[in-house]
């Protein structure tokens, strides 16, 4: 059930704006702002709220711009819903994502869309993003994996998590993500990536060079308390693309990547000193990952006893 509001809605835009949020007040407004202040005016913005609480509920109700229009939500907990809920709300030929503790640049609209009309056999885009602390400042990119503007056919890139691909640096054509289905509700985490690869299926992908996105820092101690719940992510959706890619190569990497972040998965548990769920982890993988003797060998060492496994870190650091 949601309520729409601001119903004066003005003609149907170019660009629809999908914005998904949680009680993010430390940050939302600036991330609506930076939607404000885009050059290219033709847009809405459908804000989906999932639930918060009254001061994020507040915000939303005062908001005063004909073009924005706020769903509110049953709490779900998972980014999807409210991103569909949005998506079927949408009315522009283009869809635009943006996460709620995000910036855009001001001409982020507009060179992306340019991009995107002059080549119109490429469905979606991405532009390139830069890493800002919870202040808005810069971050040194020192230690991150280098992001690369990978352009054309980047469905191999995306599967082996080359092509480095923010939410809100994404716009795809309205018609092409209602084609794959829109963003899976099942996929607690990783949802993203799991719209990026099926895009990927369908389509060639223009990438823009040009740094158009501010994101922001993930906390590290957050993080950790969420890998459990990342690499079960990775598992189901690498399991789920082995059933939609038709090509053997493409098949293997998934399949490879699938029993690397279940072997992550066991280690974290063992590490963790849950050595039952560990070894779950490891039964429940040893089906498809048997063939890879290096899977092998460290399912071995994450299933021994921790005395053991210690002991082997320690002989491991002095050799």
Not at 223 to 252: D, Q, T
Not at 271 to 285: I, M, S
């Amino acid at each position: 059930m949601y309520v729409v509001s601001h119903l004066n809605m003005t003609p149907s835009p170019s660009i629809s704006v999908i914005l998904p949020t949680f009680n993010r007040m430390e940050f939302l407004p600036e991330a609506v702002e930076s939607v404000l202040r885009q050059t290219d005016r033709d847009w809405e913005l459908i804000i989906a709220d999932d639930g918060s609480g009254e001061e994020t509920k507040a915000y939303l109700r005062s908001l005063d711009d004909p073009r924005v229009r706020v769903l509110f939500l049953d709490h779900s907990g998972r980014p999807s819903v409210p991103r569909n809920a949005a998506i079927r709300a949408a009315r522009g030929t283009y869809l635009a994502f943006m996460d709620s503790d995000d910036i855009w640049a001001p001409a982020k609209l507009d060179v992306q869309r340019r991009a995107m009309r002059a080549a119109p056999d490429r469905r979606w885009s991405y532009t390139a993003l830069s890493i800002i602390d919870t202040e808005g400042r810069a971050m040194s990119d020192a230690g991150l994996k280098p992001r690369i503007p990978y352009d054309g056919d980047i469905l191999e890139r995306v599967l082996r998590v080359d092509a480095i691909i923010a939410t809100p640096a994404v716009m795809a054509e309205r018609s092409l993500v209602e084609e794959i289905g829109r963003f899976d509700e099942e996929q607690v985490v990783n949802e993203d990536y799991d719209l990026w690869m099926r895009l990927a299926m369908r389509s060639p992908v223009t990438a823009v060079a040009e740094s158009l996105v501010f994101v922001r820092h993930k906390d590290g101690r957050r993080y950790k308390e969420n890998i459990i719940g990342s690499c079960e992510g990775w598992i189901r959706l690498y399991g789920k693309m082995l059933n939609c890619l038709a090509e053997p190569r493409l098949r293997a990497i998934a399949r490879r990547r699938r029993a690397q972040n279940a072997l992550q998965l066991a280690w974290v548990y063992a590490d963790a000193g849950d050595q039952a769920a560990a070894r779950r982890t490891l039964r429940e993988a040893l089906s498809y990952s048997w063939i890879y003797p290096g899977w092998v060998w460290g399912a071995a060492k994450a299933a021994l006893p921790p005395p053991w496994r210690s002991f082997y870190r320690k002989l491991k650091r002095r050799t």
